[in-house]
T-cell receptor
Framework: RKEVEQDPGPFNVPEGATVAFNCTYSNSASQSFFWYRQDCRKEPKLLMSVYSSGNEDGRFTAQLNRASQYISLLIRDSKLSDSATYLCVVNMPYSSASKIIFGSGTRLSIRP | DTGVSQDPRHKITKRGQNVTFRCDPISEHNRLYWYRQTLGQGPEFLTYFQNEAQLEKSRLLSDRFSAERPKGSFSTLEIQRTEQGDSAMYLC?????????????FGQGTRLTVV
């Protein structure tokens, strides 16, 4: 089983739609979670951190479910500029050889 | 520019040649990561440094790959006897010395093409 798994997509949705991605992780001791965005042929950039209580940043909402070991990203009122690959990222506990593990990414395409 | 920088940005090499990439992390960051990314895949973890110590090395990293961070600042990734399967984007990232995990900041990557 992969340490971090995502649906690769692609998700092809109309502008203005709401779209949600899920990501599952295998290590229950994982402590930190992030969503990154990667545009074609660019480096990944942090979109938002994911907190236990859930967090919202404008049109984006991230949630963490520790019991089921998944995190989610919800994008409301999607824009053409949201087209990108969204990477789920999990950080292993600090006491171990802490490493940041990426999912394979979910491709999102917003159509006019 | 005070971000993570990688050099070179692009490298084309013949199969069997050795290549070396450099990464300069953000100056106060003590953690440094190397990843490899192929088309359509997320970044795959290769190795991780905390200061000058290499704490973990992925099984993906064969004996032909070696990474160093001699003074806990910049890092190099060397690939010996390159193979066509080594063609990929090699990404470096750094993160600060916080107790709890912090986001990683990425360089723009080195795109390697082995012909």
């Amino acid at each position: 089983r992969k340490e971090v798994e995502q649906d690769p997509g692609p998700f092809n949705v109309p502008e203005g739609a709401t779209v949600a991605f899920n990501c599952t992780y295998s290590n229950s001791a994982s402590q930190s979670f992030f969503w990154y965005r990667q545009d074609c042929r660019k480096e990944p950039k942090l979109l938002m951190s994911v907190y236990s209580s859930g967090n919202e940043d404008g049109r984006f909402t991230a949630q963490l479910n520790r019991a089921s070991q998944y995190i989610s990203l919800l994008i409301r009122d999607s824009k053409l500029s949201d087209s990108a690959t969204y990477l789920c990222v999990v950080n292993m506990p600090y006491s171990s050889a802490s490493k940041i593990i990426f999912g394979s990414g979910t491709r999102l395409s917003i159509r006019p | 520019d005070t971000g993570v920088s990688q050099d070179p940005r692009h490298k084309i090499t013949k199969r069997g040649q050795n290549v070396t990439f450099r990464c300069d992390p953000i100056s106060e960051h003590n953690r440094l990561y190397w990843y490899r990314q192929t088309l359509g895949q997320g970044p795959e973890f290769l190795t991780y440094f905390q200061n000058e110590a290499q704490l973990e090395k992925s099984r993906l990293l064969s004996d032909r790959f070696s990474a160093e961070r001699p003074k806990g600042s910049f890092s190099t990734l060397e690939i010996q006897r390159t193979e066509q399967g080594d063609s990929a984007m090699y990404l470096c990232a750094s993160s600060p010395p916080t107790q709890y995990a912090h986001e990683a900041f990425f360089g723009q990557g080195t795109r390697l093409t082995v012909v």
